[in-house]
């Protein structure tokens, strides 16, 4: 193999969607780095885009079409899937199928989803995981603008004066953003930052104020803040009377609103929403930014609304420096909504429940049908699929068994349903256990098409590895079912070129204007310069330049050209119960994505959270008799999760935090969306996965382990386990409810009962600690170490074991009294993945004299690469500061 030329895409993770540039040398090492000349990203990257490389292998991939869970051809699988799925419509009508896709898919893919279902089959029932992610959103910009239109960009988190971070962890979510709006502020001091959050966040380290927020007590927040607005005559009264409509209904639906119901919902000190309120009112050049925590809940819509109310009241909008801005969490949420993949939209922003736009794109597609009324929306999906109504499903790069809320009546759905398609590139998840036919699709770096992040701004994704065994891209795989079906002429797309110039035109077709996305300048692009095709925001009408920010000019897409204000009052969400006192908080982590089929396999970002965790603030913990690092086990009634208990003052007291992450291929019991009830936004249907009630307790574990092992473990017998990889291979983190009389057994498991190996093991009578290694040779093939309590061993210290030669007794000794030799200190918990620095590094650091964030990094490295843990390197040195104050 020889050195390929460098290729220019994008990465598949967040919505900020950060230009890279990708080489495979001779050898097939992939590396990237961050693409200088990309407007996102200008060539930074976050620890998850800097480890891409760690992620192309093949190990879990699926590599050919399956049916019954046997091999089979790409001819008889897709016969199956079009024969299973025409007879199904003929005998049941076309509501008894459905698509459920992906914000992971390329727009060309998601393009050829949604002409199929509503053009083709004539349902509308196709929604996406982005359902889970931004439909508030969407739902929020109609019904403000007329539009789903992102009004700002990137520049303006750069030019503000005032950044409103509303249920946005940015430091982790959207690490690269939060890296721009860190070096801006570094340029300009004067700026402030407000975050609002129930969590402390790493988000809150560039904080002016933090306000830790109540559950859903943020419609109450910008409702009093609209009022104060208007008491305080802050408003833009000529942009209000020019360009807006329904101002003095939201005015009057707030005017009922006193300080005092303010503080009992948000939960915040008076003082606290005072300065909030007077900084708003007297910084013109205002962005807020809003994400997960405004979206996921069951008042999303009217959280977007009033937030974008207080944007039209001071006229903040579409102006340099002056926005809201919603953050999108995938990488292509944005491409899927211009497409119309969401189960209540239609293609290129055209409205399904309009007849004249239906009339209009089944014209242009010169479909026999099109979908006249909205689908059903995630949660109705799955509940349709439970009770029959849906009899053919096909999911397509998303992974529904876990990322659904009701995540165990999702998989029992899918074990009931007649008919399971799944297209995915791993062959391991919890959805595709319960497929009839497994379709191989390309992954990143694989496959060839376009994103669109954010702030609307369109990349091209461009392959740079071959199609492995026979993995096909998602476009081409729903366009073969397409002409099996009898679809053919509106499906013979050769390329990924072919239909971005059928999207681009549909966006122009009889648009004149009227309708918000326009890419028209591409309706007829060659492959050539769909090649070259540099990033560019829309619109981009034929002719006609883009426009980096929308509605500057007060015109707006709805018939009177009117923004228009919505009638919010205050709300109260509450859900906790005597007997389910706590609230569940879910999210992500920095190093980590979705359901880990892709960040679960590099080492590197294995590193910063190796298990499932809930963070629990200290007075509960206390309460419940819960230690750090104990395992504590979250209820609802009808489900739990056992995880490990952090216990964070970041936490609010009566709440805990757990990640979305850990999935049955990585722990025993950590599917946090078995926990979340199918509560939606009755106007978006996102359902609510930040405000749950639940119960904690202390699982108490007669016994806890902790084992490092060459190969992964086949089975893992432990009422608790958390796999990671690591460097050499895999970490096992374990709780076992009884002790057992011969542990030797569980060793034997772990390590694979090797051939030609030799076992040695330990046993403390008085401690009641057990300890096991294995060799062949000089090297270790595991080493398992058991104690009545967490076990204490260095995790660092303990993987690196994996890797080093013991070719004598004394190191073999060592690993077996579970303790580093003489002079080897333990680095404590990763905390810069890229440079493998640990908090206890930096924090001995930090006592040695290193006070900032530049002179850990001088002297450690620590957070001079993609800087997505400079946040925590601060934090741990003021803990130090701290200390050494006291
Ligand atoms: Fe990828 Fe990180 Fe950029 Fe998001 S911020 S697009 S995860 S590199």
Not at 237 to 263: M, P, Q, Y
Not at 458 to 481: H, K, T, Y
Not at 728 to 756: H, I, Q
Not at 849 to 870: D, K, M, P, Y
Request: with cysteine; proline share 5%.
């Amino acid at each position: 193999m020889t050195a390929q030329q460098p290729t220019k895409t994008t990465c598949p993770y967040c919505g900020v969607g950060c230009g890279i540039v990708a080489e495979v040398a001779a050898s097939g090492k992939v590396t990237v780095r961050g693409d200088a000349e990309h407007p996102a990203n200008f060539g930074r990257l976050c620890s998850k885009g800097s480890a891409l490389g760690e992620t192309v292998d093949l190990d879990d991939r699926l590599l050919y079409p399956e049916v019954g869970g046997k091999r089979t051809t790409w001819d008889a699988a897709l016969d199956l899937v079009a024969s299973r799925f025409s007879k199904t419509i003929a005998e049941y009508g076309p509501d008894s199928v459905a698509l459920y896709v992906s914000g992971q898919l390329l727009t060309e893919d998601y393009y050829v989803a949604n002409k199929l279902m509503k053009g083709f089959i004539g349902s509308a029932n196709i929604d996406t995981n982005s359902r889970l992610c931004m439909a508030s959103s969407v739902a929020g910009h109609k019904r403000a603008f007329g539009s789903d239109t992102v009004p700002g960009c990137y520049a303006d988190l750069e030019i503000a004066d005032l950044i409103v971070l509303v249920g946005s962890n940015l430091a982790w979510c959207h690490p690269v953003l939060y890296q721009r709006i860190v070096a801006a502020k570094e340029k300009r001091p004067h700026m402030k930052i407000v975050l609002i959050d129930p969590r402390r966040t790493m988000t809150a380290d560039i904080a002016d104020l933090h306000l830790p927020i109540k559950p859903d007590g943020d419609v109450t927040l910008f409702v009093g803040l609209l009022k104060h607005l208007f008491e305080t005559d802050s408003i833009d009264r000529d942009f209000v009377a020019s360009h807006t409509s329904g101002c003095a209904e939201a005015v009057s639906a707030a005017e009922a609103l006193d300080a005092l119901t303010i503080v009992e919902r948000t939960g915040l000190s008076h003082s606290m929403v005072q300065r909030f309120f007077d900084l708003f009112a007297q910084t013109e050049k205002t962005v807020t930014v809003f994400s997960q925590g405004v979206n996921q809940s069951s008042c999303g819509s009217d959280k977007v609304n009033a937030i974008l109310n207080c944007h039209l009241a001071t006229g903040r909008i579409g102006k340099p420096g002056a926005s809201p801005f919603s953050v999108t969490g995938q990488p292509n949420a944005m491409g899927g909504r211009e497409v119309g993949g969401l189960a209540n939209m239609l293609a290129a922003h055209m409205d399904i429940e309009k007849a004249a736009d239906r009339e209009r794109v089944q014209r242009f597609w010169k479909s026999p049908t099109v979908a006249a009324k909205p689908g059903l929306k995630a949660v109705d999906m799955f509940r349709a699929v439970a009770d029959g109504r849906i009899k053919a499903l096909w999911i397509v790069a998303t992974n529904p068994v876990d990322s659904m809320p009701d995540a165990g009546n999702v998989e029992e759905a899918l074990r009931n349903c007649k008919f399971v398609v799944v297209s995915d590139v791993s062959a391991n998840t919890d959805t595709i256990r319960h497929a009839h036919v497994r379709l191989p699709a390309a992954a990143w770096g694989e496959k060839s098409g376009t994103v669109t992040n954010s702030e609307r701004r369109v990349s091209r994704q461009r392959s740079f590895l071959p199609l492995p065994g026979e993995a096909q891209p998602d476009w081409w795989i729903m366009c073969d079912v397409a002409k099996r079906m009898g679809f053919g002429a509106a499906f013979d797309f050769q390329s990924p070129a072919e239909i971005f110039a059928e999207h681009a035109a549909l966006s122009a077709f009889e648009n004149k204007g009227t309708r918000d996305f326009d890419i028209g300048e591409f309706g007829n692009i060659s492959e050539d310069d769909f090649d070259r095709l540099e990033p560019f925001q829309w619109p981009r009408r034929a002719g006609a330049v883009s426009l980096p920010r929308m509605f500057g000019d007060g015109r707006f897409f709805t018939l009177d050209e009117k923004a228009r204000f919505l009638a919010i009052g205050a709300k109260d969400v509450p859900r906790t119960t005597q007997a389910f006192p706590m609230t569940l908080n879910t999210g992500r982590v920095r190093d980590h994505w979705h359901t880990l089929t892709r960040t679960g396999k590099s080492q590197r970002l294995s590193q910063h959270y190796g298990e499932p965790f809930a963070e629990i603030h200290p007075e509960d913990a206390a309460r419940h008799n819960i230690k750090d690092a104990d395992l504590v086990r979250v209820s609802t009634g009808s489900a739990f999760i056992i995880v490990r208990a952090l216990v964070s003052t970041r936490q609010q007291p009566s709440s805990i935090f757990v990640p979305m992450h850990w999935t049955d291929q990585f722990a025993s019991k950590a599917r946090v969306d078995t926990l979340v009830p199918p509560i939606v936004d009755p106007v978006s249907g996102q359902p609510a996965s930040k405000n749950i009630a639940v119960r904690i307790e202390r699982f108490v574990a007669e016994a806890y382990g902790f084992a490092v092992v060459a190969q992964k473990p086949k089975h893992i017998d432990a009422e608790y386990w958390a796999l990671a990889k690591c460097n050499g291979g895999w970490r096992v983190e374990l709780g076992f409810a009884t002790s057992r009389e011969n542990w030797a057994t569980l060793a034997a498991d772990l390590f694979g009962e090797p051939s030609n190996a030799e076992t040695i093991a330990f046993h403390d009578r008085q401690s009641s600690r057990y300890r096991f290694a294995c060799y062949r040779d000089e090297a270790l093939l595991g080493a398992l170490f058991l104690a009545p309590e967490p076990v204490a061993v260095s995790r660092d210290w303990a993987v690196g074991q994996l890797t080093a030669p013991h070719p004598r007794a004394a190191a073999r000794f060592r690993l077996i009294a579970g303790r580093p030799g003489a002079g080897a200190t333990d680095k404590g918990a990763t905390v810069c993945s890229c440079f493998g620095v640990g908090a206890n590094e930096i924090a001995a650091a930090a006592r040695r004299g290193c006070g900032t964030v530049a002179a850990i990094g001088e002297t450690l490295q620590a957070g001079t690469n993609c800087g997505s843990c400079r946040a925590e390197i601060r934090t741990i040195i003021d803990a130090q500061n701290l200390e050494a104050a006291e």
